[in-house]
């Protein structure tokens, strides 16, 4: 049992089923779940900021990590799940295990053609609207006990390269 907040609460409830005998977990999907398939994702929110801006930005350094899953990636980790998760498995469904932020906002702004730049903790608010405080956060995720527990291997591209493929920028 974890401390704290609905998420945690809701992950207790599931994952205590399995002293009941149910076989229960959770996959905990990363923030990026990202493909062709995502059309309201953060990613989604950040490419039209960067539109609506004219510039794809990062917050100071921009070496805050995101990390991100392939739709179709997170799908085979559920399949294993309900196949073969122990019971009251806690799974991390996150192939990009930490993309720096700047990294994302450089992606964003050559696919869009426009300037990149840092901008500061003060301008983050007005520049991402409601995502100024996510856009900052640091959270490199480890998936290797997932990984290692059920054979999970991604193979569709990760968040980079799923972007430069242009699917997000088509009008």
């Given at each position: 049992m974890f401390p704290g907040g609905y998420r945690i609460d809701a992950?207790?409830?599931?994952?205590?089923l399995a002293s009941r005998g149910v076989r229960s977990s959770i996959v905990r999907?990363?923030?990026?779940?990202?493909?062709?398939l995502d059309q309201h994702g953060f990613i989604t929110a950040v490419i039209a900021t960067a539109r609506r801006n004219g510039y794809a930005a990062y917050v100071g350094e921009g070496?805050?990590?995101?990390?991100?899953v392939h739709t179709l990636d997170a799908a085979v980790l559920y399949r294993l799940a309900l196949e073969k998760a122990p019971a009251g498995s806690r799974l991390h469904a996150a192939a990009d295990e930490g993309v720096p932020?700047?990294?994302?906002?450089?992606?964003?702004?050559?696919?869009?053609?426009?300037?990149?730049?840092?901008?500061?903790?003060?301008?983050a608010g007005d520049y991402f609207g409601f995502l100024g405080p996510f856009v900052q956060m640091d959270n490199p995720t480890s998936a290797a006990i997932t990984r290692e527990l059920l054979g999970w291997t991604p193979t569709h591209p990760g968040?980079?390269?799923?972007?430069?493929q242009g699917h997000y920028f088509q009008a």
């Amino acid at each position: 049992m974890f401390p704290g907040g609905y998420r945690i609460d809701a992950e207790n409830f599931v994952t205590g089923l399995a002293s009941r005998g149910v076989r229960s977990s959770i996959v905990r999907l990363a923030p990026t779940v990202h493909s062709s398939l995502d059309q309201h994702g953060f990613i989604t929110a950040v490419i039209a900021t960067a539109r609506r801006n004219g510039y794809a930005a990062y917050v100071g350094e921009g070496a805050n990590q995101w990390p991100a899953v392939h739709t179709l990636d997170a799908a085979v980790l559920y399949r294993l799940a309900l196949e073969k998760a122990p019971a009251g498995s806690r799974l991390h469904a996150a192939a990009d295990e930490g993309v720096p932020f700047r990294e994302i906002a450089t992606a964003v702004g050559r696919n869009l053609g426009v300037p990149v730049r840092g901008i500061s903790t003060e301008e983050a608010g007005d520049y991402f609207g409601f995502l100024g405080p996510f856009v900052q956060m640091d959270n490199p995720t480890s998936a290797a006990i997932t990984r290692e527990l059920l054979g999970w291997t991604p193979t569709h591209p990760g968040l980079i390269d799923d972007l430069n493929q242009g699917h997000y920028f088509q009008a």
